[in-house]
């Protein structure tokens, strides 16, 4: 999720014009030039390097069975998948979310993800616990931040407690960043980890749908 007050401080020292090209910029991924771009039904790859299109085909298909298991999830949704190295043009795009792994700004379509490998199906922000994922797992998770921004709206979705705007995401992606055997370790470090949200979210939504008999209305209610 991109930090919005640290987008709105970065914006601020550089002025208004400089804010409107940034913004322009991280709500149009392409504008950075991608050298490597293909199509696959109604998704949108953008990549820094050359995209194996069986890895990718392989990649989004799982992506989308995970989502299918979602009563949000509508098929044939057009998307733009922006896979970089995590060099300049994730720092470009990456204001007020420079750690994730991955991030959808609200009120966009582009999923982008840090440094990214599709033969491996991995995504990882260079973090030694909790930083690596794998790609398919975070494109449904990402795009469960979408489906649910449709389906109660992009306010509404902003609004809801951490547990359920990330816990949902993750349930839907059947993983978290974190292994468990890393859990105690994570806490010791930092008890306040914000991975440990993702982690401890998945687990709260799964005990929440199965005490209200799987409704995700119910869960995303105020």
């Known amino acids: 999720m991109v930090r919005l007050a640290a987008l709105r401080r970065w914006t601020a020292r550089i002025g208004c014009g400089g804010a409107v090209i940034v913004a322009g ?7 950075l030039a991608f050298p490597y771009r293909a199509e ?7 990549a820094e390097k050359p995209i194996d299109r069986t890895a990718m ?3 989004l298909a799982r992506a989308d069975r995970l989502l ?3 009563p949000l999830y509508r098929p044939g949704l057009a998307r733009q998948v922006v896979l970089t190295n995590g060099g300049w043009r994730w720092d470009m795009l990456s204001i007020g979310a420079r750690g994730s792994i991955a991030f959808r700004r609200p009120f966009a379509h582009a999923l982008i993800f840090n440094r990214s490998s ?6 990882t922000n ?33 609004r809801l407690p951490a547990w359920k705007r990330e816990g949902y995401p993750e349930y839907v992606a059947q ?24 982690y401890e979210g998945r687990r709260r939504v799964a005990a929440e749908l199965q005490r209200n008999g799987g409704s995700v209305d119910a869960l995303l209610a105020p």
Request: glycine letters at 8%; a positive charge.
């Open 40 to 46: 696959f039904g109604t998704t949108t790859v953008l």
């Open 175 to 198: 993983e978290t960043s974190i292994r468990p055997q890393d859990e105690a370790m994570i806490r010791q470090r930092d008890p306040n980890a914000r991975v440990l949200t993702y």
């Open 68 to 70: 299918a298991a979602s």
């Open 57 to 59: 085909r392989r990649v």
């Open 25 to 31: 910029v991280v709500h149009v991924p392409a504008a």
């Open 118 to 123: 599709v033969a491996t199906d991995r995504v």
């Open 126 to 158: 260079g973090a030694p616990l909790g930083g690596v994922r794998t790609l398919s797992g975070t494109i449904a998770h990402e795009m469960t931040h979408r489906l649910v921004a449709d389906h109660i709206g992009e306010w509404a979705a902003l």
